[in-house]
């Protein structure tokens, strides 16, 4: 009996029984002493992947498609933990019913991400589980926990877990062998995974999706837990997806997507090399007869935008030229509310073949097989992307240094009558055809489409007026002054 000793050594510390595995895995368990933990990640996506009606609607399609061949390929990412447990298998995975899931099933819970031991593949969800005890984290030195043991793990903590963690669930290759979410493999070309500790780098996928504040970690009435510098971590984890159905923390969710997506995206010119202002990103030209040309950079993205479920997002850019009596003289991706951009027939939204760098609908394009649109991942063959760059070197001389897309707008004579335009970066999480399809086979309820809604955001809602073009920084330029 070797583990004897250290059993009695534990005992001999005056340490705790701890509480049982199964009383560990339910998140509800957590809130008693980790309460602000519990709030934010309620309205989680991670605690919502699971209960998501478009996320069910589509794995009981495609277990009906393939003849149930898709298995649990959808289910251990979204509830790694009801996979893990036995609770569904390849038998129930078309049929489970989230809302009778076992709250310790239902999701990404605070337990799965909590317990990880190894990362044994970096897609798929190649997290090996402990399923002990110990619930491991960021925090160094943490004090005895009456209800489970803690411990740092360099692999959590966000300056030093090379994004692995996140990174195996957050890139998925299909069945086919399609690698159709790519957010960790789009991570790993940008200068965020560069090791160069003096520039604070690497910064992974929690240093900025899981900022730090300070404060209590634990805070039970009773228990006498040090205030930590820096040592509380957001776990609301919004970006753009928020729930349509009824769930917690609606409202603060919409207002985290917001403030991540506000400075994400600009509409703005390069900046000068001897540094100061960049002139504007919107231009009107006589070139070619007459051209309007926007440029768009990705601030702080640490990927590709959209990125992970590209092929459902639809993000595009939508620009609206007036006539001094405000009539409108030119508009491209002025995209209704309840219409899909690509329905618009809008040839700079397109993005397929000849002239296509110029374009300005930003999503993943898939295709079956035989070459027509698939809306999908099990019947997806082959994947023709489009999408908005992140920074990939710190070199101002190296290809990719400027990462910006420009998009170009023949406009021709009418641009000498131009008095002021508006640009914008719209999102929106899903494409009205995607929903529409499972709701025509009897897999989504028709309800749900009605609660999307289209985001914009701040640093990519600019304007461009005569009056102003050319001056200040924009000097000799046919461009807005910022
Ligand atoms: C490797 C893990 C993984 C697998 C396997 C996986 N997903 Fe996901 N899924 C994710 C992640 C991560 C996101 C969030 C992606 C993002 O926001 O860019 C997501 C988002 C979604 C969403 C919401 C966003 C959207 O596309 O509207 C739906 C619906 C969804 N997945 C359905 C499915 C279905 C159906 C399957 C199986 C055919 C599946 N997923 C398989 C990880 C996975
Ligand atoms: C009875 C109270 C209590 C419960 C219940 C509880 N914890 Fe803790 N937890 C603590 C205390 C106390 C600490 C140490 C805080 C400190 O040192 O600042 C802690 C620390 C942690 C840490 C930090 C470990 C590290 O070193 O980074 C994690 C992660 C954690 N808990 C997760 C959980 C999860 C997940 C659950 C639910 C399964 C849970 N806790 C349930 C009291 C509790
Ligand atoms: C077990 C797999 C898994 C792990 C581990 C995981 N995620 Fe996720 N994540 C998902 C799934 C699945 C979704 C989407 C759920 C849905 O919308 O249906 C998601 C959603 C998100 C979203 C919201 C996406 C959107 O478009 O709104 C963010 C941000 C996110 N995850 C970041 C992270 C970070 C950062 C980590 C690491 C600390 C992480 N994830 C770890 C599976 C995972
Ligand atoms: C998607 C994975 C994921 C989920 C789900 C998750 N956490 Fe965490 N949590 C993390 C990561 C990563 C860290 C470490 C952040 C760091 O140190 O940089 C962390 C840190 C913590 C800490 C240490 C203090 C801090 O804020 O750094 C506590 C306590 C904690 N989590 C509790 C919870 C509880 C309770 C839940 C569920 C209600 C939960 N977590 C759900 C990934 C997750
Ligand atoms: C440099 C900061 C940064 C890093 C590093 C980073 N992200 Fe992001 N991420 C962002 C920003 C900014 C957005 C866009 C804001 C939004 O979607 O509202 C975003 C968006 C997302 C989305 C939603 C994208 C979509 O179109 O569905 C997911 C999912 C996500 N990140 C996951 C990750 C994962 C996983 C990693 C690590 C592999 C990571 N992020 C690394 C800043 C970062």
């Known amino acids: 009996m070797r583990w004897m000793p250290a059993l009695v050594v534990l005992a ?28 934010q990640w309620s309205g989680s996506m991670h605690a919502y992947a699971s209960d998501d009606p478009v996320f069910l609607a589509m794995n009981k399609r495609g277990q009906r498609e393939t003849g149930g061949q898709l298995g649990t390929f959808c289910v251990q990412c979204h509830a790694p933990m009801a996979v893990a447990l036995g609770v569904v298998t390849d038998a129930n995975a078309a049929s489970f019913d989230p ?75 299909t069945p086919k062998g399609v690698a159709l979410e790519r957010t960790y493999t789009e991570w790993q070309a940008t200068i965020f995974a560069h090791d160069d500790p003096a520039n604070l780098l690497p ?50 969710q919409a207002m985290a997507v917001q403030s991540i997506l506000d400075p994400a995206l ?95 609908g930003f999503w993943d394009r898939t295709f079956k097989d035989d070459g027509s649109p698939a809306h999908f991942f099990w019947d997806v063959a082959t994947v023709q992307s489009k999408l908005l760059k992140p920074p990939v070197t710190l070199d101002p001389n190296a290809a990719g240094y400027d990462h910006s897309t420009t998009a170009l707008f023949q406009v021709g004579a009418v641009y000498s009558q131009i008095d002021h335009i508006t640009a914008r970066i719209r999102t929106r999480p899903l494409a009205y055809a995607v929903l529409d399809d499972l709701v025509m086979s009897g897999d989504l309820d028709p309800g749900v489409a009605s609660r999307l809604k289209t985001l914009d955001s701040a640093g990519a809602t600019r304007t461009w007026t005569k009056a102003t073009a050319g001056t200040g920084p924009a000097i000799n330029t046919f461009c807005n002054p910022f």
Not at 13 to 23: R, W
Not at 237 to 248: E, G, H, K, N, S
Not at 269 to 285: K, L, Q
């Open 12 to 39: 001999a510390c005056g340490e705790s029984p701890k509480l049982p595995v199964a009383q560990l895995e339910d998140p509800t368990t957590c809130m008693e002493c980790h309460p602000a933990h519990y709030q």
């Open 99 to 173: 809302t009778a899931l076992p709250a310790g099933a239902r999701g990404i819970t605070c337990y799965f991400c909590h317990d990880v031991d190894s990362v044994k593949a970096d897609h798929d969800n190649g997290l090996v589980l402990a399923l002990d005890d110990t619930m491991r984290g960021g925090v160094k030195s943490p004090i005895d926990s009456p209800a489970h043991h803690a411990t740092y793990d360099s692999q959590m903590a966000s300056r030093t877990n090379n994004s692995t963690m996140c990174g195996s669930c957050h890139d998925v290759v």
């Open 266 to 360: 600009t509409i703005v010119g390069p900046r000068p090399v001897a540094g100061g202002a960049p002139p504007g990103g919107i231009c009107v030209e006589p070139l070619n007869g007459g051209q309007i040309r926007v440029r768009m950079d990705t601030i702080s993205t640490g990927h590709m935008f959209p990125s992970g479920a590209a092929q459902d997002r639809r993000t595009w850019l939508e620009v609206i030229a007036y006539a001094a009596d405000n009539s409108v003289l030119f508009s491209s991706g002025a995209v209704p509310d309840g219409m899909d951009p690509e329905d618009l027939h809008d040839p700079m939204l397109d993005c397929s073949g000849a002239g296509s760098n110029a374009c300005s």
């Open 203 to 252: 910064l992974t996928c929690s240093g900025c999706h899981m900022i730090s504040s300070t404060g209590v970690i634990a805070d039970k009435p009773g228990l006498d837990v040090p205030s930590r510098d820096q040592g509380f971590h957001d776990h609301s984890l919004a970006a753009i997806d928020q729930a349509l159905t009824d769930f917690p923390e609606q409202p603060a």
